[in-house]
């Protein structure tokens, strides 16, 4: 089995899901103790499982940690440029069925987030809690302009033209300016992303309608925002908490859109506190 090398570029995956569509995801099984608790880590649009080395790095002597790449993102392949939130969590539930695992703590950033979001919606008993990271649970016809306006420069220009201002949109400027070193890193895992996975992908982003159910969920949830994050607000997620019975959420700070990049430590943290304890009693 994999390793923490298995969230480093080019490290082999433990397995690949062949999906009814063609699509192939790539995870990678951190095993941890005997018995541990099974987190299911689900990455951000252009991002892969290096997203989570720091996060994984801290939790793994505690937990088995299973991470993938979503469609068209890192080791995952994508058939094509047509996804939705249903397809991506079907293939998260697709790497549960692969790696043995009846129940996990979901936890994602991002699009990772609405992909949790989704599945303990549609599938409560895989899902012991989630932890949503830096997400949004609706899209309004702005946001929709903008994704596009995103999809004209890839296909006119290709996935680099969309490097630097992504990194813009992720990371304050005090941040890219103190950090060189790991911008250099997230470029990399951005320009790793293959265009059909981007596009479809964001089309699944552009059809997200998960805040007209949310008040449905039954299970335990932690949101997880950053003080200097533009794409997903501590406001736009404070109303996905005040939408969940139980739900609460907490806001890092400094941070931007990638908690697990720019505060790994602290949300490794939060990560571990949850699934220890939630009012007293065990996820467990």
Request: hydrophobic letters at 45%; proline letters at 6%.
């Amino acid at each position: 089995m994999a390793g923490t090398n298995g969230t480093q570029a080019g490290a082999a995956p433990t397995g690949v899901v062949e999906r009814p569509d063609g699509a192939r995801i790539a995870w990678f099984d951190h095993p941890g103790p005997a018995n541990a608790p099974v987190l299911v880590l689900s990455n951000s649009l252009a991002t892969d499982v290096a997203l989570w080395a720091a996060v994984i790095e801290r939790l793994a002597p505690r937990y088995r940690i299973l991470a993938y790449d979503t469609r068209g993102h890192g080791a995952s392949q994508a058939p094509g440029v047509q996804a939705t939130l249903q397809t991506l969590r079907d293939d998260l539930l697709a790497v549960l069925d692969a790696a043995g695992v009846a129940q996990a703590v979901l936890v994602g950033i991002s699009l990772g987030g609405m992909t949790a979001l989704k599945c303990v919606l549609d599938a409560p008993d895989r899902v012991l809690g989630v932890v949503a990271c830096n997400c949004r649970a609706s899209i309004d016809a702005a946001g929709i302009a903008g994704w596009d306006q995103r999809l004209d420069i890839l296909k006119g220009e290709g996935i680099d033209a969309l490097a630097q201002a992504t990194l813009a949109r992720w990371f304050a400027q005090d941040y890219r300016d103190a950090n060189p070193e790991v911008m250099a890193r997230v470029r990399d895992i951005i320009r790793r992303t293959a265009p059909a996975g981007y596009e479809s992908c964001i089309r699944a982003i552009q059809q997200v309608t998960l805040a007209s159910r949310i008040d449905a969920i039954d299970r335990p949830v932690l949101l997880v925002a950053g003080a200097q994050d533009g794409a997903a607000p501590p406001a736009a997620m404070q109303a996905i908490a005040d939408s969940i019975p139980g739900a609460r959420l907490e806001v890092l700070d400094p941070c931007g859109h990638l908690s697990a990049i720019q505060q790994p430590d602290a949300l490794a943290s939060l990560i571990d506190g949850f699934c220890r304890t939630r009012h007293g009693g065990s996820l467990q």
